[in-house]
Protein backbone atom coordinates (compact mmCIF):
# COMPACT_ATOMS: atom_id res chain seq x y z
CA UNK A 1 0.00 0.00 0.00
CA UNK A 2 1.79 3.09 -1.05
CA UNK A 3 0.05 6.18 0.49
CA UNK A 4 1.70 8.93 -0.84
CA UNK A 5 -0.50 11.70 0.14
CA UNK A 6 -0.09 11.34 3.66
CA UNK A 7 3.15 11.87 5.78
CA UNK A 8 3.29 8.00 6.57
CA UNK A 9 5.13 6.33 9.80
CA UNK A 10 7.34 3.04 9.78
CA UNK A 11 5.35 0.45 8.07
CA UNK A 12 6.90 -2.42 10.65
CA UNK A 13 6.68 -2.82 14.16
CA UNK A 14 8.40 -0.36 15.75
CA UNK A 15 9.50 -0.57 19.10
CA UNK A 16 9.38 2.45 22.16
CA UNK A 17 12.40 3.06 23.85
CA UNK A 18 12.87 1.12 27.52
CA UNK A 19 14.43 3.47 29.68
CA UNK A 20 17.25 2.03 32.63
CA UNK A 21 14.72 3.34 35.30
CA UNK A 22 12.01 1.68 34.23
CA UNK A 23 13.39 -1.67 35.30
CA UNK A 24 14.14 -3.57 31.94
CA UNK A 25 15.07 -6.79 33.27
CA UNK A 26 12.40 -6.60 35.98
CA UNK A 27 9.62 -6.05 33.38
CA UNK A 28 10.50 -8.73 31.65
CA UNK A 29 9.98 -11.11 35.04
CA UNK A 30 7.30 -9.51 35.96
CA UNK A 31 4.68 -12.96 37.23
CA UNK A 32 1.72 -13.51 35.70
CA UNK A 33 -0.73 -12.17 38.53
CA UNK A 34 -4.13 -10.83 37.90
CA UNK A 35 -4.45 -7.56 39.72
CA UNK A 36 -7.90 -7.80 40.73
CA UNK A 37 -10.25 -10.79 41.74
CA UNK A 38 -11.61 -13.35 39.22
CA UNK A 39 -15.15 -11.25 38.95
CA UNK A 40 -13.67 -7.53 38.73
CA UNK A 41 -13.43 -5.61 36.29
CA UNK A 42 -10.73 -2.32 35.63
CA UNK A 43 -11.94 0.63 36.26
CA UNK A 44 -13.97 2.51 33.76
CA UNK A 45 -14.73 6.41 32.90
CA UNK A 46 -17.27 7.23 30.94
CA UNK A 47 -18.39 11.03 29.91
CA UNK A 48 -20.80 11.98 27.79
CA UNK A 49 -21.01 14.94 25.64
CA UNK A 50 -17.21 15.71 24.67
CA UNK A 51 -17.98 16.29 20.75
CA UNK A 52 -19.75 19.59 20.86
CA UNK A 53 -20.44 19.44 16.66
CA UNK A 54 -21.86 15.56 17.41
CA UNK A 55 -25.58 14.76 17.81
CA UNK A 56 -24.47 12.67 20.69
CA UNK A 57 -20.88 11.37 21.58
CA UNK A 58 -19.58 9.49 24.23
CA UNK A 59 -15.33 8.88 25.94
CA UNK A 60 -14.52 5.98 27.67
CA UNK A 61 -11.32 5.23 29.04
CA UNK A 62 -9.88 1.80 30.97
CA UNK A 63 -7.30 2.39 33.69
CA UNK A 64 -3.77 0.98 33.00
CA UNK A 65 -2.77 -2.03 34.79
CA UNK A 66 -0.03 -2.05 37.17
CA UNK A 67 2.64 -3.63 35.07
CA UNK A 68 4.40 -0.45 33.54
CA UNK A 69 4.07 -0.59 29.66
CA UNK A 70 0.84 -2.20 29.16
CA UNK A 71 -1.88 0.34 27.52
CA UNK A 72 -5.13 0.62 28.66
CA UNK A 73 -8.61 1.34 26.35
CA UNK A 74 -9.00 4.73 25.38
CA UNK A 75 -12.10 5.17 22.61
CA UNK A 76 -13.95 8.07 21.66
CA UNK A 77 -17.18 7.77 19.91
CA UNK A 78 -19.57 10.24 18.17
CA UNK A 79 -23.00 9.93 17.09
CA UNK A 80 -23.82 12.09 13.52
CA UNK A 81 -28.40 12.28 12.72
CA UNK A 82 -30.65 11.06 12.27
CA UNK A 83 -30.28 12.85 8.99
CA UNK A 84 -31.45 12.27 5.57
CA UNK A 85 -30.31 9.26 3.44
CA UNK A 86 -28.17 10.02 0.10
CA UNK A 87 -30.65 9.84 -3.06
CA UNK A 88 -29.40 7.05 -4.40
CA UNK A 89 -30.41 5.03 -1.07
CA UNK A 90 -33.85 3.25 -1.45
CA UNK A 91 -37.05 3.67 0.76
CA UNK A 92 -36.27 2.52 4.23
CA UNK A 93 -39.68 2.42 6.36
CA UNK A 94 -36.76 2.38 9.06
CA UNK A 95 -33.81 3.98 10.50
CA UNK A 96 -30.34 2.90 8.50
CA UNK A 97 -27.80 2.20 10.90
CA UNK A 98 -23.82 2.50 9.79
CA UNK A 99 -21.19 1.75 12.03
CA UNK A 100 -17.14 2.83 12.05
CA UNK A 101 -14.62 1.83 13.72
CA UNK A 102 -11.43 2.71 13.44
CA UNK A 103 -8.00 2.34 15.35
CA UNK A 104 -5.87 5.81 15.26
CA UNK A 105 -2.12 4.93 13.75
CA UNK A 106 -0.72 5.16 17.02
CA UNK A 107 -2.83 3.05 19.07
CA UNK A 108 -1.22 -0.42 19.02
CA UNK A 109 2.34 -1.92 18.70
CA UNK A 110 1.84 -2.41 14.95
CA UNK A 111 1.30 0.42 13.29
CA UNK A 112 -2.16 0.89 11.88
CA UNK A 113 -2.84 2.41 8.29
CA UNK A 114 -5.91 5.35 7.56
CA UNK A 115 -7.45 2.40 5.25
CA UNK A 116 -9.85 0.48 7.23
CA UNK A 117 -8.58 -3.08 7.85
CA UNK A 118 -10.12 -6.78 7.97
CA UNK A 119 -10.06 -6.22 11.74
CA UNK A 120 -11.65 -2.88 11.98
CA UNK A 121 -14.04 -3.62 9.47
CA UNK A 122 -14.93 -6.68 11.25
CA UNK A 123 -15.20 -4.54 14.86
CA UNK A 124 -17.98 -2.41 13.38
CA UNK A 125 -19.81 -5.37 11.74
CA UNK A 126 -20.11 -6.56 15.66
CA UNK A 127 -20.97 -3.14 16.99
CA UNK A 128 -23.57 -2.41 14.05
CA UNK A 129 -25.40 -6.10 15.32
CA UNK A 130 -25.08 -5.07 19.07
CA UNK A 131 -27.30 -1.51 18.92
CA UNK A 132 -29.39 -2.40 15.80
CA UNK A 133 -31.39 -4.91 18.54
CA UNK A 134 -31.19 -1.86 21.43
CA UNK A 135 -32.58 0.62 19.16
CA UNK A 136 -36.61 1.30 17.85
CA UNK A 137 -35.05 1.79 14.36
CA UNK A 138 -38.78 2.36 12.61
CA UNK A 139 -39.46 5.50 15.24
CA UNK A 140 -37.25 7.21 12.53
CA UNK A 141 -38.31 6.00 8.94
CA UNK A 142 -36.22 8.11 6.03
CA UNK A 143 -33.05 8.04 7.91
CA UNK A 144 -29.68 7.27 8.96
CA UNK A 145 -27.63 7.57 11.74
CA UNK A 146 -23.64 7.14 11.91
CA UNK A 147 -21.57 6.08 14.50
CA UNK A 148 -18.05 6.44 14.74
CA UNK A 149 -15.95 5.21 17.04
CA UNK A 150 -12.09 5.81 17.19
CA UNK A 151 -9.68 3.98 19.47
CA UNK A 152 -7.14 6.54 20.67
CA UNK A 153 -5.19 3.59 22.72
CA UNK A 154 -5.90 -0.66 21.87
CA UNK A 155 -5.35 -1.91 25.02
CA UNK A 156 -1.99 -3.47 24.72
CA UNK A 157 0.77 -4.64 26.18
CA UNK A 158 3.95 -3.01 24.79
CA UNK A 159 6.52 -4.94 26.33
CA UNK A 160 5.62 -7.89 24.35
CA UNK A 161 7.69 -8.59 21.35
CA UNK A 162 5.38 -8.56 18.37
CA UNK A 163 3.88 -11.90 17.50
CA UNK A 164 3.59 -13.14 20.69
CA UNK A 165 0.69 -12.53 21.86
CA UNK A 166 -2.69 -13.00 20.18
CA UNK A 167 -4.02 -9.90 19.25
CA UNK A 168 -7.73 -11.38 19.17
CA UNK A 169 -8.27 -11.31 23.05
CA UNK A 170 -7.13 -7.68 22.58
CA UNK A 171 -9.90 -6.76 20.24
CA UNK A 172 -12.56 -8.66 22.03
CA UNK A 173 -11.84 -6.23 24.82
CA UNK A 174 -12.07 -3.84 22.33
CA UNK A 175 -15.46 -4.42 20.91
CA UNK A 176 -17.22 -4.24 24.11
CA UNK A 177 -15.49 -1.44 25.11
CA UNK A 178 -17.10 0.38 21.70
CA UNK A 179 -20.08 -1.16 22.52
CA UNK A 180 -20.77 0.38 26.05
CA UNK A 181 -19.18 3.84 24.61
CA UNK A 182 -21.59 3.65 21.33
CA UNK A 183 -24.18 2.92 23.59
CA UNK A 184 -23.92 6.13 25.82
CA UNK A 185 -23.53 8.59 22.85
CA UNK A 186 -26.74 7.24 21.21
CA UNK A 187 -28.31 8.16 24.54
CA UNK A 188 -26.75 11.81 24.59
CA UNK A 189 -28.20 11.86 20.72
CA UNK A 190 -31.87 11.39 21.80
CA UNK A 191 -32.19 7.78 19.39
CA UNK A 192 -34.84 5.51 20.70
CA UNK A 193 -33.61 2.87 22.31
CA UNK A 194 -35.50 -0.39 24.32
CA UNK A 195 -32.51 -0.74 26.71
CA UNK A 196 -28.87 0.20 27.41
CA UNK A 197 -27.02 -2.28 25.62
CA UNK A 198 -23.33 -2.25 27.41
CA UNK A 199 -20.66 -4.62 26.33
CA UNK A 200 -18.66 -7.70 28.40
CA UNK A 201 -15.44 -9.98 28.04
CA UNK A 202 -14.56 -13.79 30.11
CA UNK A 203 -12.52 -15.53 29.16
CA UNK A 204 -11.59 -19.13 29.88
CA UNK A 205 -7.74 -18.89 31.46
CA UNK A 206 -4.79 -21.43 32.09
CA UNK A 207 -2.27 -20.00 34.64
CA UNK A 208 0.90 -21.53 35.59
CA UNK A 209 0.16 -24.00 37.76
CA UNK A 210 -2.08 -25.56 35.00
CA UNK A 211 -5.61 -24.88 36.89
CA UNK A 212 -8.17 -23.73 34.38
CA UNK A 213 -10.66 -20.91 35.48
CA UNK A 214 -13.44 -18.34 33.87
CA UNK A 215 -11.96 -14.65 34.68
CA UNK A 216 -14.11 -11.63 33.59
CA UNK A 217 -12.25 -8.79 31.60
CA UNK A 218 -9.14 -10.89 31.22
CA UNK A 219 -5.48 -8.59 30.20
CA UNK A 220 -3.92 -11.06 28.17
CA UNK A 221 -0.43 -10.42 29.58
CA UNK A 222 -2.03 -11.03 33.28
CA UNK A 223 -2.84 -15.12 32.69
CA UNK A 224 -0.96 -17.91 31.50
CA UNK A 225 -2.72 -18.49 28.36
CA UNK A 226 -5.90 -17.84 27.44
CA UNK A 227 -7.98 -20.57 26.02
CA UNK A 228 -11.17 -18.81 25.13
CA UNK A 229 -13.12 -15.90 25.72
CA UNK A 230 -16.74 -14.98 25.38
CA UNK A 231 -17.54 -11.02 24.03
CA UNK A 232 -21.57 -10.50 24.79
CA UNK A 233 -23.78 -7.66 24.15
CA UNK A 234 -26.53 -7.62 26.42
CA UNK A 235 -29.29 -5.80 27.53
CA UNK A 236 -29.98 -5.71 31.11
CA UNK A 237 -33.68 -4.66 31.83
CA UNK A 238 -34.84 -6.57 28.93
CA UNK A 239 -32.30 -10.02 29.83
CA UNK A 240 -31.05 -10.34 25.69
CA UNK A 241 -28.17 -10.36 24.50
CA UNK A 242 -27.79 -8.69 20.98
CA UNK A 243 -24.48 -9.47 19.89
CA UNK A 244 -21.92 -13.06 21.05
CA UNK A 245 -18.88 -13.57 19.72
CA UNK A 246 -17.07 -16.23 21.23
CA UNK A 247 -13.64 -17.71 20.37
CA UNK A 248 -11.15 -20.08 21.16
CA UNK A 249 -10.11 -24.31 21.55
CA UNK A 250 -12.91 -26.04 23.78
CA UNK A 251 -14.13 -29.31 23.53
CA UNK A 252 -17.30 -29.38 21.99
CA UNK A 253 -18.36 -32.04 24.73
CA UNK A 254 -17.43 -29.53 27.59
CA UNK A 255 -20.88 -27.56 27.04
CA UNK A 256 -20.51 -26.47 30.63
CA UNK A 257 -17.40 -24.04 29.67
CA UNK A 258 -19.26 -22.57 27.04
CA UNK A 259 -22.68 -21.85 29.48
CA UNK A 260 -20.12 -20.62 32.22
CA UNK A 261 -18.16 -18.11 29.76
CA UNK A 262 -21.73 -16.61 28.86
CA UNK A 263 -22.69 -16.36 31.59
CA UNK A 264 -19.93 -14.53 32.94
CA UNK A 265 -19.68 -12.32 29.97
CA UNK A 266 -23.22 -11.09 30.90
CA UNK A 267 -22.25 -10.89 34.42
CA UNK A 268 -19.01 -8.60 33.30
CA UNK A 269 -21.34 -6.43 30.70
CA UNK A 270 -23.81 -6.05 33.79
CA UNK A 271 -21.28 -4.41 36.01
CA UNK A 272 -20.36 -1.66 33.29
CA UNK A 273 -23.82 -1.32 32.55
CA UNK A 274 -24.00 0.48 35.86
CA UNK A 275 -21.22 2.62 35.07
CA UNK A 276 -23.53 3.49 32.09
CA UNK A 277 -26.20 4.04 33.68
CA UNK A 278 -24.53 6.19 36.75
CA UNK A 279 -22.70 7.99 33.33
CA UNK A 280 -26.44 8.59 32.12
CA UNK A 281 -27.55 9.81 35.45
CA UNK A 282 -24.93 12.86 35.20
CA UNK A 283 -25.61 13.59 31.90
CA UNK A 284 -29.07 15.07 32.63
CA UNK A 285 -28.04 16.32 36.03
CA UNK A 286 -25.61 18.73 34.16
CA UNK A 287 -27.11 19.52 30.74
CA UNK A 288 -31.32 19.27 31.19
CA UNK B 1 -55.51 22.70 31.32
CA UNK B 2 -53.84 19.79 31.95
CA UNK B 3 -51.38 20.03 34.61
CA UNK B 4 -47.62 18.44 34.08
CA UNK B 5 -45.55 16.97 36.89
CA UNK B 6 -42.25 16.49 36.75
CA UNK B 7 -40.80 13.60 38.56
CA UNK B 8 -37.06 11.65 38.03
CA UNK B 9 -34.57 10.62 35.25
CA UNK B 10 -35.41 7.82 33.22
CA UNK B 11 -32.75 6.27 30.62
CA UNK B 12 -33.46 3.74 28.03
CA UNK B 13 -35.25 0.80 29.14
CA UNK B 14 -36.13 1.58 32.67
CA UNK B 15 -39.81 0.66 34.07
CA UNK B 16 -42.22 3.72 34.18
CA UNK B 17 -45.26 1.55 35.03
CA UNK B 18 -48.19 -0.43 34.01
CA UNK B 19 -49.76 0.17 30.74
CA UNK B 20 -53.31 0.36 32.91
CA UNK B 21 -51.89 3.26 34.54
CA UNK B 22 -51.04 5.87 31.82
CA UNK B 23 -50.68 6.55 28.20
CA UNK B 24 -47.56 6.30 26.23
CA UNK B 25 -46.49 9.87 25.28
CA UNK B 26 -43.52 10.55 23.48
CA UNK B 27 -40.22 9.00 24.60
CA UNK B 28 -41.44 6.22 25.70
CA UNK B 29 -42.48 2.31 24.12
CA UNK B 30 -44.78 -0.61 25.48
CA UNK B 31 -43.41 -4.15 26.18
CA UNK B 32 -45.61 -6.47 27.78
CA UNK B 33 -48.02 -4.48 29.13
CA UNK B 34 -45.46 -2.51 30.55
CA UNK B 35 -44.67 1.34 29.53
CA UNK B 36 -40.42 1.98 29.49
CA UNK B 37 -38.18 4.89 28.83
CA UNK B 38 -36.63 5.11 25.24
CA UNK B 39 -35.18 8.43 25.73
CA UNK B 40 -32.75 9.76 27.98
CA UNK B 41 -34.43 12.56 29.91
CA UNK B 42 -36.71 13.44 32.37
CA UNK B 43 -39.93 11.76 32.83
CA UNK B 44 -43.40 13.92 32.93
CA UNK B 45 -46.47 13.08 33.58
CA UNK B 46 -49.75 15.15 32.24
CA UNK B 47 -52.99 14.14 33.69
CA UNK B 48 -55.77 14.72 31.27
CA UNK B 49 -58.09 17.64 31.37
CA UNK B 50 -61.29 17.62 33.79
CA UNK B 51 -64.16 16.57 32.10
CA UNK B 52 -67.16 19.12 33.36
CA UNK B 53 -69.07 17.90 36.12
CA UNK B 54 -72.48 16.99 35.50
CA UNK B 55 -73.80 20.28 34.83
CA UNK B 56 -77.68 18.87 34.59
CA UNK B 57 -79.74 16.66 37.06
CA UNK B 58 -79.36 12.57 35.89
CA UNK B 59 -82.66 12.09 33.73
CA UNK B 60 -81.21 8.32 32.80
CA UNK B 61 -78.74 5.97 34.05
CA UNK B 62 -75.39 6.18 31.31
CA UNK B 63 -72.50 4.00 31.90
CA UNK B 64 -69.26 6.02 32.72
CA UNK B 65 -67.00 7.23 30.08
CA UNK B 66 -63.93 5.65 29.87
CA UNK B 67 -61.83 7.84 32.27
CA UNK B 68 -58.97 9.28 30.51
CA UNK B 69 -55.40 7.86 31.75
CA UNK B 70 -52.34 10.54 32.76
CA UNK B 71 -50.17 10.49 29.73
CA UNK B 72 -46.30 9.82 30.72
CA UNK B 73 -43.54 11.11 28.58
CA UNK B 74 -39.29 11.43 28.89
CA UNK B 75 -37.57 14.65 27.13
CA UNK B 76 -34.59 15.65 27.53
CA UNK B 77 -35.43 19.48 27.81
CA UNK B 78 -38.00 20.85 30.60
CA UNK B 79 -40.68 20.71 28.66
CA UNK B 80 -42.80 17.63 27.46
CA UNK B 81 -43.37 19.19 24.09
CA UNK B 82 -42.87 16.55 21.23
CA UNK B 83 -39.60 16.85 19.61
CA UNK B 84 -40.10 17.45 15.77
CA UNK B 85 -36.81 16.37 13.94
CA UNK B 86 -38.63 14.29 11.24
CA UNK B 87 -41.69 15.24 9.11
CA UNK B 88 -44.07 13.12 9.64
CA UNK B 89 -47.88 12.83 7.91
CA UNK B 90 -50.18 15.62 8.71
CA UNK B 91 -47.65 17.90 10.11
CA UNK B 92 -47.84 21.71 8.83
CA UNK B 93 -44.40 22.57 6.87
CA UNK B 94 -42.39 25.73 6.10
CA UNK B 95 -40.22 24.96 2.91
CA UNK B 96 -38.37 26.90 0.09
CA UNK B 97 -39.38 26.28 -4.06
CA UNK B 98 -35.69 25.01 -5.10
CA UNK B 99 -36.89 24.34 -9.08
CA UNK B 100 -40.28 23.84 -10.75
CA UNK B 101 -40.72 21.48 -13.85
CA UNK B 102 -45.25 21.28 -15.37
CA UNK B 103 -45.72 17.95 -13.30
CA UNK B 104 -44.73 19.16 -9.81
CA UNK B 105 -42.29 21.66 -7.57
CA UNK B 106 -39.21 20.55 -5.98
CA UNK B 107 -38.76 22.48 -2.37
CA UNK B 108 -36.86 22.46 0.63
CA UNK B 109 -38.47 21.64 3.81
CA UNK B 110 -37.45 24.08 6.73
CA UNK B 111 -39.51 23.87 9.24
CA UNK B 112 -42.26 21.66 10.98
CA UNK B 113 -44.56 22.29 13.36
CA UNK B 114 -42.66 25.40 15.47
CA UNK B 115 -39.77 23.51 14.97
CA UNK B 116 -36.65 24.13 12.90
CA UNK B 117 -35.14 20.90 11.21
CA UNK B 118 -31.95 20.16 11.84
CA UNK B 119 -30.98 19.05 8.29
CA UNK B 120 -32.72 19.66 5.53
CA UNK B 121 -35.21 17.63 4.18
CA UNK B 122 -36.42 17.31 0.19
CA UNK B 123 -40.02 17.59 -0.55
CA UNK B 124 -42.51 17.32 -3.91
CA UNK B 125 -45.96 19.06 -4.71
CA UNK B 126 -47.43 17.51 -7.56
CA UNK B 127 -49.65 19.36 -9.76
CA UNK B 128 -52.78 17.13 -8.48
CA UNK B 129 -51.76 18.78 -5.03
CA UNK B 130 -51.86 22.29 -5.68
CA UNK B 131 -55.16 22.93 -4.61
CA UNK B 132 -58.34 20.83 -3.83
CA UNK B 133 -60.71 22.63 -6.76
CA UNK B 134 -60.23 22.88 -11.08
CA UNK B 135 -57.37 20.56 -10.18
CA UNK B 136 -56.95 19.59 -14.35
CA UNK B 137 -56.15 23.33 -14.90
CA UNK B 138 -53.65 23.90 -11.76
CA UNK B 139 -50.34 24.88 -13.72
CA UNK B 140 -46.94 24.59 -11.43
CA UNK B 141 -45.83 28.02 -13.11
CA UNK B 142 -48.94 30.05 -12.12
CA UNK B 143 -48.69 29.07 -8.93
CA UNK B 144 -45.29 28.62 -7.39
CA UNK B 145 -41.58 30.23 -8.41
CA UNK B 146 -38.32 29.40 -7.45
CA UNK B 147 -37.29 30.96 -3.75
CA UNK B 148 -40.88 31.54 -2.83
CA UNK B 149 -41.80 30.70 1.18
CA UNK B 150 -44.82 27.63 0.84
CA UNK B 151 -46.68 26.60 4.03
CA UNK B 152 -47.81 23.01 2.96
CA UNK B 153 -49.21 19.45 4.84
CA UNK B 154 -47.27 16.74 4.30
CA UNK B 155 -49.70 13.74 2.91
CA UNK B 156 -46.74 11.06 2.37
CA UNK B 157 -43.43 10.34 3.37
CA UNK B 158 -43.04 9.84 -0.20
CA UNK B 159 -40.35 7.80 -2.10
CA UNK B 160 -36.61 7.51 -1.34
CA UNK B 161 -35.89 10.93 -1.44
CA UNK B 162 -39.01 13.33 -1.25
CA UNK B 163 -41.69 13.66 1.07
CA UNK B 164 -44.90 14.65 -0.55
CA UNK B 165 -46.55 17.53 0.14
CA UNK B 166 -50.11 19.19 -0.47
CA UNK B 167 -51.44 23.29 -0.39
CA UNK B 168 -55.43 22.03 -1.15
CA UNK B 169 -56.48 23.87 1.41
CA UNK B 170 -57.22 27.78 1.96
CA UNK B 171 -54.43 27.99 4.42
CA UNK B 172 -51.74 26.41 2.68
CA UNK B 173 -50.13 27.89 -0.61
CA UNK B 174 -46.72 31.01 -1.19
CA UNK B 175 -46.52 33.12 1.95
CA UNK B 176 -43.54 34.69 0.82
CA UNK B 177 -42.87 35.80 -2.81
CA UNK B 178 -40.65 38.09 -4.88
CA UNK B 179 -41.45 39.63 -7.83
CA UNK B 180 -39.51 38.98 -10.77
CA UNK B 181 -37.71 42.74 -10.67
CA UNK B 182 -36.02 40.89 -6.99
CA UNK B 183 -39.34 42.90 -4.80
CA UNK B 184 -41.11 41.54 -2.36
CA UNK B 185 -44.47 41.35 -2.85
CA UNK B 186 -47.59 41.43 -1.20
CA UNK B 187 -50.68 39.39 -1.80
CA UNK B 188 -54.01 41.25 -3.46
CA UNK B 189 -56.15 37.70 -4.14
CA UNK B 190 -56.02 34.28 -3.47
CA UNK B 191 -54.15 33.44 -6.89
CA UNK B 192 -52.06 36.99 -7.20
CA UNK B 193 -49.19 38.81 -5.36
CA UNK B 194 -48.31 42.34 -6.50
CA UNK B 195 -44.75 44.11 -6.46
CA UNK B 196 -45.97 47.11 -4.82
CA UNK B 197 -42.35 49.39 -6.67
CA UNK B 198 -43.16 48.24 -10.51
CA UNK B 199 -47.31 47.51 -9.73
CA UNK B 200 -46.98 44.32 -11.70
CA UNK B 201 -48.98 41.10 -10.36
CA UNK B 202 -47.49 37.45 -11.11
CA UNK B 203 -49.97 34.38 -10.41
CA UNK B 204 -49.34 32.16 -7.41
CA UNK B 205 -51.36 29.87 -4.90
CA UNK B 206 -51.52 32.31 -2.15
CA UNK B 207 -52.31 30.96 0.98
CA UNK B 208 -55.00 32.75 3.54
CA UNK B 209 -53.70 34.73 6.13
CA UNK B 210 -54.69 33.64 9.37
Redesign the interface.
Known amino acids: MTDRRRINGPAAATIPPVFLDDGGKEQKETPLIRSRPSDVLRKLFLKTGVTPSA ?1 GSAYLEIETTFKSGVSGLKLSCSVH ?5 P ?1 S ?5 HIILSAHVKYAPFATKQRRGYLRDSTERDLSVHLETALRG ?1 I ?1 AD ?5 GVDIVVSIIEGDQDRGEAAGTGDETWDTMNVLSGCVTVASAAL ?2 A ?1 I ?5 VAGGVSALVVDRDGAESVVMDPVASEHGKIMAACCVAY ?4 DEVTNLWFKGNLETSDAQWYTELVQKGIQASRSANRVL ?1 QC ?2 D ?3 L ?2 | MASTTTHS ?1 A ?5 LGPTSKYLPGP ?1 T ?1 I ?1 ESNL ?1 S ?5 VHVSQPEKAPGPAKRLTKITPLPPTELPTISVS ?3 VSEK ?1 E ?2 PEVNNVVLCRVIRITPRQAVVSILVCGDSVL ?5 GVIRVQDVRATEKDRVKIYESFRPGDIVRAEVIS ?1 G ?3 NYYLSTAKNEYGVIMATSEAGNTMYPVSWKEYKDPETGISELRKVAKPY
Open positions: SGPRSLKAPFSPAIRWPKSADGDCVDTLPSRVLHTVKTG | IIPGQAGHHYSLLGIRSGRVLEAEWQLDQA
